[in-house]
């Protein structure tokens, strides 16, 4: 048989409930396969499978167990306070990740551990009895952008290989992100005992989301609203002049005293960058 057909039914039988039941349960007499769209030889590499039943069940066993611990892998590895809060809130893991793997096929993500996240955040924040309490949406949404933003970053062409900027021009680097939340999601930061157990606040409140390099783990810092108003309005290089004016015709003061502040803050954030020279004023 042609080893690619052959991995190819087996690919299905591990993936495909009705499949398996139609190959393996004993009561399951012998019939067609013509409702799964077979082949001739496709039907002939799944009857062997049928004839190894027993061998066979125990693989499909073994990675349908491994498919279910690797969405607590995939938000451990890119959702940890979306997964914390859940598991203070009781939730069961094991039901969420069968019920997420039945709708995606039983797809095996493999190495991407990102994308495997990102989806699994989707289909949490569609599960009513996720939502009930008020700010696990806004967590959610919080680490699905974050994981969205690595993807990403990890997808780009070389992102820190771009050249200086040009003399008194201060620019944004790859390394860092906005997010903007509608609740006091910093009440559960700042005590983690809390994630999950008590419903927060409504109140806008600004982050800047940022890795020291492409091997670090994922930072954030709360952030005043005059440093999200300087992030946003550097959305293309400019000196610390056109800085000004920019800010002013987005509706902010042109200048505050605290200025310089909010530019080291985002510079300790890895948001920003500057020539050696330094802004222009």
Not at 2 to 21: D, F, G, K, S, Y
Not at 41 to 65: I, M
Not at 90 to 111: C, E, M, N, T, V
Not at 130 to 138: E, H, K, R, T, Y
Request: hydrophobic fraction near 45%; glycine fraction near 4%.
């Amino acid at each position: 048989m042609n080893p690619q057909i052959v991995w190819h039914v087996w690919r299905r039988i591990m993936r495909e409930p009705e499949l398996q039941h139609a190959l393996f349960a004993p009561d399951e007499p012998a019939r067609s396969l013509e409702r799964f769209d077979f082949t001739e030889e496709e039907c002939e590499a799944a009857w062997a499978y049928a004839q190894q039943g027993e061998r066979a069940q125990w693989f499909v066993t073994n990675y349908r167990f491994r498919l279910t611990n690797s969405f607590l892998n995939a938000l451990e590895t890119g959702a940890p306070l979306t997964l914390r809060a859940l598991l203070a809130r009781g939730a069961d893991i094991p039901a969420l990740s069968r019920a997420f793997l039945d709708r995606h096929a039983w797809k095996d993500y493999g190495p991407y551990v990102h994308a495997y996240c990102r989806d699994a955040l989707r289909f949490l924040s569609e599960q009513p009895d996720v939502m009930a309490i008020a700010g696990l949406a806004d967590l959610i949404e919080f680490e699905r952008d974050t994981v969205t933003w690595l993807i990403a970053l990890g997808a780009a062409p070389a992102p820190l290989e771009a050249g200086a900027p040009a003399a008194g021009v201060i620019e944004r680097t790859p390394l860092a992100r906005y997010h903007r939340c509608s609740v006091r999601l910093s009440a559960w930061l700042r005590d983690k005992a809390l994630l999950g157990k008590t419903p927060l606040v409504p109140g806008v409140e600004h982050y800047i989301v940022h890795l020291p390099d492409l091997q670090s783990a994922v930072r954030f810092a709360l952030v005043p609203p005059r440093v999200a108003a300087i992030y946003d309005a550097l959305d293309t290089p400019r000196t610390r002049a056109s800085l000004s004016d920019v800010l002013r015709e987005r509706g902010h003061a042109a200048h505050t005293d605290h200025d310089d502040e909010c530019l080291a803050m985002l510079a300790r954030c890895h948001a920003i960058r500057a020539s050696a020279d330094g802004p222009a004023s």
